[in-house]
């Protein structure tokens, strides 16, 4: 098993969280990974991305060049990110910033996940990146929601404990947009 995934937005997005989870719930599933972020010095507002690769086997490198997977949640890193994915691979958009026909993408599946209508549904738009992790988690096939929601305490300041289950919820609500999606 190989998974890699390129994860971008602006500063504020909750970005590298999302990786931090992920990489966090690959680990506690057994999983080889890497984690890389990289940010901007404006932080929110500046750019963010970060890199996770998961391996049933050592991962020699958290750089990737032609990511099987990206998610993007502004356009700018659509515009960067969506055309180097590989052909087989899926980008997965935040349909809330991001429209059809603003970037280049060679990829096979493109899936536009309307993230902040659907975390307004749940009461909380700062539940966009959850929804997002939750549609890639479903997606990809990389790890169950189970698995990452087990992260969550781990990747989660203590202080924000609280929240873990309006971000289960949102992870939920993000794994059934896009299984509703497979199904239509």
Do not use: W
Not at 79 to 92: I, N, R, W
């Amino acid at each position: 098993m190989y998974f890699d995934s390129i994860i971008a937005g602006f500063g504020g997005q909750g970005v590298l969280l999302m990786g931090t989870v992920l990489a966090y719930g690959a680990m506690k599933a057994g999983k080889q990974v890497t984690y890389m972020p990289v940010y901007g010095v404006e932080m929110r507002g500046g750019t963010a991305n970060c890199t996770v690769v998961v391996s049933d086997r050592p991962v020699g490198s958290p750089i990737i060049h032609e990511p099987v997977t990206a998610v993007v949640m502004n356009r700018p890193s659509a515009e960067k990110y969506a055309p180097m994915v590989k052909k087989k691979g899926q980008v997965f958009v935040n349909a809330s910033l991001i429209k059809k026909g603003q970037f280049e993408c060679r990829a096979k599946q493109v899936h536009y996940v309307p993230t902040l209508e659907l975390a307004r549904e749940m009461g909380n738009a700062r539940l966009a990146n959850m929804i997002m992790l939750g549609a890639l988690a479903a997606g990809s096939g990389v790890l169950s929601i189970e698995q990452v929601a087990k992260a969550l305490p781990e990747a989660l300041d203590p202080r924000y404990h609280k929240m873990i289950p309006a971000n289960v919820e949102a992870l939920e609500a993000g794994a059934r947009f896009i299984q509703g999606k497979k199904a239509a």
